[in-house]
């Protein structure tokens, strides 16, 4: 069966500008979570969603945001961009708003110059 | 705050040997606990996992090992081989927290042949 989908694989946005982020789980889970990986702060976790409600947020300002839809896809929202921002993003899915059979997607690799 | 630790950022054994990686934590509620190997601009991919109620568990050359008291987990790699060689990161989970989980820092292990 299809893994995690992460869309695009790469992009560079300018400073001030916004981005979106799609990620698609795999088929049957209902729990979508994103994380941030940066090299000084490692593996930090943004928000999670469960049928298209957010369960939990992580410590990151409001310009983070996301969505999820009724298929469970969901998408990031960055704006007004910073360099900081420049990181590794990864989505992961579960069946359930646990922990158990989490698969993480490829990442989605944010350059912000 | 960092509730998941990992103390030794590289560790390199020779092929064929065992390889420990070890992680502490500092908070009690975390009831789940999990093992990623990850390679650069991919998602970590999952290893093993342990839950609190076992101290011990074992899937093909990987064991996880859990010690309650002390705050401990480890994993051991035997034998290790080349391809091996990767960042592992462990990371907790607390059920009241959804699939929320909270990562170490990760450790760079090489697999000399």
């Known amino acids: 069966k299809a893994g995690v989908t992460q869309t695009p694989r790469y992009l560079i946005k300018t400073r001030g500008q916004q981005v979106t982020l799609s990620c698609s789980p795999i088929s049957g889970h209902r729990s979508v979570s994103w994380y941030q990986q940066t090299p000084g702060q490692g593996l930090q976790f943004l928000f999670e969603y469960f049928s298209e409600t957010q369960r939990n947020k992580g410590n990151f300002p409001g310009r983070f945001s996301g969505r999820q839809f009724s298929n469970s896809r969901s998408e990031m929202n960055v704006s007004t961009l910073e360099l900081g921002d420049s990181a590794l993003y990864l989505c992961a899915s579960s069946p359930y708003s646990t922990a158990y059979g989490y698969t993480f997607g490829s990442g989605t690799r944010l350059t912000v110059v | 705050d960092q509730q998941v630790k990992q103390n030794s950022p590289s560790l390199s054994v020779q092929e064929g040997r065992i390889s420990i990686l070890n992680c502490d934590y500092t908070n009690s509620m975390f009831d789940y606990f999990l093992w990623y190997k990850k390679y650069p601009a991919e998602g970590p991919t999952f290893l093993i996992s342990i839950s609190s109620i076992k101290d011990k568990n074992e899937d093909g050359r990987f064991t996880v090992f859990l010690n309650k008291s002390a705050k401990h987990l480890s994993l051991h790699i035997v034998p290790s081989q080349p391809g091996d060689s990767a960042v592992y990161f462990c990371?907790?989970?607390?059920?009241?927290?959804?699939?929320?989980?909270?990562f170490g820092e990760g450790t760079q292990l090489t697999v000399n042949p």
């Open positions: 990371a907790a989970s607390e059920e009241t927290s959804g699939s929320r989980l909270t």
